[in-house]
């Protein structure tokens, strides 16, 4: 069935540095990517999100690029902050009809003053 | 306007009791969604509803556990003689459709469920 693979965490980070989070998937068809992020003592909500290949999704300064070939969906920033650090998640929802989401693992990034 | 909410938001229940979980969608959402967030499994798929109907149920553990969605509004999950590996956070998430796509879901705060 279909999964979401991402690296594990925690991620910790000195402010300023470069942010990558590695995400991979395995799918039937053609899903949608997304990256929703949980910070401390709120809920989800979406960060952003890709529906076809090649698309790159965008929002605060995050970006992740839809790539068939590899079947990733790396998140980057290029300059963490201190307001960044949450638990982040990779999730993709099938081409079928439900629109149900399948997430990663989730990884902690924890950005240090 | 009002987002996703959930009652209780914390609940503590000994094992082999029953409980229930409610959520309320975001207004005129036809799509809404059940997950289970533990320490364990991570967040998982339960059950998804569209309008007062759930065509995918494909995620719920064990007959234990159920839902229903009335008005094609509010939704409760119910979990019937808790056992400890019930532990977790259930959250709700509702979307509207456009044509046979799906927007973006939007989540409620949760339900910490403890089972002693």
């Known amino acids: 069935g279909d999964s979401v693979t991402q690296m594990e965490g925690p991620v910790t980070l000195s402010e300023e540095a470069f942010l990558t989070i590695n995400c991979t998937y395995t799918a039937t068809g053609y899903p949608s990517l997304f990256w929703y992020v949980q910070y401390p003592g709120e809920g989800l909500q979406l960060l952003l999100k890709a529906t076809k290949a090649d698309d790159k999704g965008s929002n605060k300064g995050f970006e992740a690029t839809y790539r068939k070939e590899t079947t990733s969906f790396h998140l980057e920033k290029g300059s963490v902050q201190v307001s960044d650090s949450a638990v982040y998640f990779c999730?993709?929802?099938?081409?079928?009809?439900?629109?149900?989401?399948?997430f990663g693992q989730g990884t902690t990034l924890q950005v240090k003053p | 306007g009002a987002g996703v909410s959930q009652s209780p938001s914390n609940k503590v229940t000994e094992k082999g009791k029953d409980v229930e979980l409610r959520c309320d969608p975001i207004?005129?959402?036809?799509?809404l969604y059940w997950y289970r967030q533990s320490l364990g499994q991570g967040l998982e798929f339960l059950i998804y509803f569209q309008g007062n109907s759930a065509p995918d149920k494909s995620g719920l553990p064990s007959d234990r556990f159920s839902a229903e969605r009335t008005g094609g509004s509010v939704s409760t999950l119910t979990i019937q003689r808790t056992q400890q590996e019930d532990s977790a956070v259930y959250l709700c998430?509702?979307?509207?459709?456009?044509?046979?796509?799906?927007?973006?879901?939007?989540f409620g705060p949760g339900t910490r469920l403890t089972v002693l």
């Open positions: 999730a993709l929802s099938s081409s079928g009809n439900t629109g149900k989401l399948i």
């Open positions: 207004s005129g959402h036809t799509a």
């Open positions: 998430a509702s979307s509207s459709r456009q044509g046979a796509s799906y927007n973006e879901q939007f």
